[in-house]
């Protein structure tokens, strides 16, 4: 990859990689180095000091500024949001109030309606009755009227001839009168008779009056009771007419009516329908309304939360620090070192118990050769050469041996070792081409304690032999005499012993030394074995623990730093979709950091989002009882390592770094079992508690139905895809590259496995050969007693085998010891091996190791079959 | 009548690389049971090898060892191995007691192997030894441990008493003493008693005494009147 200058963005140069001059040549892991680099690290530091107070004031001003501006974005935008929120709130409102107005109206109107509606039908009902009822009295009338004309029809016909006759009387009483007048007329008439005609006249006159009011009042009442019946015709017409009006008006009211029913029932279901939609709109608008006012406030909430943490950070703002990292802070070369002294402890650990063991071959190799030698060294001493020559041989062929020997194991140790070891590094490392640094002093030491061991050995063989006679020299060795032995004290004991295990245990503790050396040995051997096991038990342990007892899920999904919302709904959506997703749980995994009373240690801080649910993916609890240990708002649960290393226990309090550069105090609730890395639980409850923020989501802890690479693999390119995504991290993956790490120790298991075997083989070899030529004649002697051959063997080995039980036990102690040991020397600062041992491995150490002593009881067999009976003949002159 | 063991034309030849020694170069005699026999020779003439294969120790190159009516020239080893628990009873120059036993436990040592053992308390009696039962070897006087190893060897019941330079490594008194033993009970129990000396000063108390000479029979002189021990003089 390529970066050109000018998209370097950063202002600022943050970083200057320097080259000390001088130094390449030198081992980097040397002191010579360290001294010249730690030199030029002291003058940049100094000058560290002077340009980190000035690039503080630097930086704090531009932060200022820049949270200033920022702070004033935020409260503008936030005005402003409060005031479209308001606004929008107001026409919501409004539209609210609208909508509830024009519900009550409507329900006015419509009540008005029905009112007028109930009012109006309740008239036209009362009309209707009212026509009716009319129309009965009409009908009634009518036939009242026809029955009373067709009763007095009779009597108004006379009234019309009575009427007539008056009439007629009138006529002739006008007649009378004009005649009369006529006869006044008459000049010839005398007064009398004119008086008498004159009052005649007004006779007449009055009897025409009163025949003209009679008529009057006949016509009247003709014309009465004719006016009066053809009124009341005429008004029953009109009456008829009326009503019929009357009707045809009230059916067209009640056309009307309905109509009008009609009309405002569909202007009032469209008023409804108008009021519905417009609720609905409102509905809506609110909803809008809400998710906006939502989503302003988180924006809100989340710009605040900016301006905390950027206050925060602010205030945090020390003098920056002026980091000069020399090779010690880069990490692998860290790893690569700890794991190299990692080897150099178990490497000064492993020889201390081969250079006893080998001291052990030495020496009964030694004492063997010399053993054999013993009548020769008589016949030298015999024959007058002084102890000083005769050792010299001795020890010369010794020393000549062991430096062969020494010489020999150098070449090969110094090929095939470093081999081993490197190719297994490559693995975890990538280094450089192979180089072989001849390791002068190391080989020159290796060789002469090899070569001290084994003529000290020698000489101290020799010198035993040497303070004897030459005669007894030139005899076998006496035996050692017999003794009572302790257990012959307890006498309850002993005489319940058969005959064979009282031999066996005389014989076990007649040869002192060759007990003391056979026990040292065979426990050398098999504390070897148990060690090296142990190791490899220890160590995949720990990956089976940590990946299938402590982690119980599967995939840790990581959120990329700028996921949003909307991104990590995708994602779950992606898993809830997922067919071979049993569940996840989303939480908070921060890198943090820790400080006890010491330096600050890098931690993964975990908070889940449900805190009751962590069980189901993580467990946390207690390594020697096994107890859960819950996490709770008390406080937080620190990983067993972490709290070693913090050296602090459940209730202390420690200081808590959350990554963004706030720093609180926190207390310890509990210690959790982990074997790997440093890890921290705490719940959101508590955090916001200490850090008043709440922790930020950042990641998924997935479960699978059905785990496996194959299976992880597909689900995990299905999510590395999504741009929310930052990383996917498989725990069998994990656990797989946790094993690569640990094969490097695996190696070195095998190495020893294979030298303890080899070691336990020549001592055993050695002893048994010295035993057996020591015991010559006595194994003879019963030979000629007329033992059978498996009854000499196990005459000769049970003590044997007895005592190797006995080492093997013993060294299954010291092993379990030496296992602890080497635990603790090889653990890393992230690592906690624990010092488990599998019960196998006690009883694979165990039968490895018996094995290995038949094994040489076997090969023994054959010497002892041919051992001639013929050796009990012969003198101990 | 059939003897109790005989010898016929026995031949052991040594093979030393290329060259062969004849330890034994065709012999043969016989022996009857209870017989107090003396084995007497020089150093190489080859009685040790007679007591050898008797014994059981070794096989022969050639010829016929009959022991009580039984081949044992052609036992396998393991069969070899029975007839010493079973038949035999060794009395070596230098007792060759378990350093490491007490007295009491060599014989114990022996007895537990034995079809028909002795009791081994009668058997210390018999040799004197009560008050040292409890001791080991290194506690014992060369004419004790002697008599522990006489005592080993009696105690598994044996058809015979195969004794080499029983009284070599012993001075002339005790040596007596154990002769003594040795006649003794071949005279109150009837076994057979064979013994392996170069002191043919020995010759006068045996029943029958063989001469060996490089490999071969130089005599066998049957001796009727057998001097007491009491009387040799050495």
Redesign the interface.
Known sequence: MMILDKDFAYPVYTEALVTVEGAKQLNSYGKEYKDLVSGVVTSLENLGQDRSALRLEEIRKQAMDELEKAKEDFNAQKRHFTETIQKAEKELNQAQMKLVEGEAALETEKKNFEEYYARTSKEIEDAERQITKARVEYERARDEYNRILEEYGGELKILSTISGGISGLRQEVQKEIDSLNELLEDPELTEEERKSIQRLIKLYEILDRYIDQTVGIVVDLDNLIQGQVAKAGEQFDKAKNQLDIQSAELAAAKGQLIDAKREAEAKFAAAQRQIREGWKEYEKGKREYDRQRAEGEKKIEEGQEKIIRAENEIEKLSKPQWYVLDRSHHYSYVDYEKTAVQIDRIAKIFPVFFFIVAGLVCLTTMTRMVDEQRVTIGVYKALGYRSRSIALKYVLYAAVASLFGGVLGVIIGMRVFPEVIYKSWSMLYTLPPFHTVQQIPLMVVSVLVGMLATTLSALWACYKELQEAPATLMRPKA?????KIFLERISMLWENLS??Q??TA??MF?YKKRFFMTVVGVAGCSALLLAGFGLSDSISQIVKKQYGEIFIYDLNVRYTALATEEDKQRVMNILNENDNVESYLAGTEINAKLRGKGDDIPVTLIIPSDPARLREYITLRDRNSQIPVKISDKGIVISEKLAKELNAGSGDTVELDNGDGARKKVVISGIAENYIFHYAYMTPDYYNEIFRLNPKINNLMVKLDEAGTEAEHKLGSLLIKDEGVGSVVYYSAAAAYFKDTVKILNSIVIVIIISAGLLALVVMYNLTNINIGERI??I??????????H?VSAYVYRENMVISIIGSIAGLFAGTFLHRYIMVSIEQEEVMFGSHIDGISFVYSFLITMGFVVLVNILMYRRLKNIP??E??K??E | MSHFIEFKNVKKIYRMGEVEIEALAGIDFSIDKGEFVIIAGASGAGKTTILNVLGGMDSITFGEIMVDGQIISKYSPRELTSYRRYDVGFVFQFYNLVPNLTAQENIELAAQIARDPLDVDQIISRVGLDDRRMNFPSQLSGGEQQRVAIARALVKNPKLLLCDEPTGALDYKTGKGILKMLQDTCRNFGMTVIIVTHNLALAAIGDKVIRVKSGRIESIIRNRTPMDVEKVEW
């Open positions: 035996p050692t005499a017999g003794r005959f064979s009282k031999v005389r014989n007649r004649r006595e003879a002697t019963i030979k000629v007693l007329g033992f059978y051959d009854e009976m013929v009990s003949l003198s101990v």
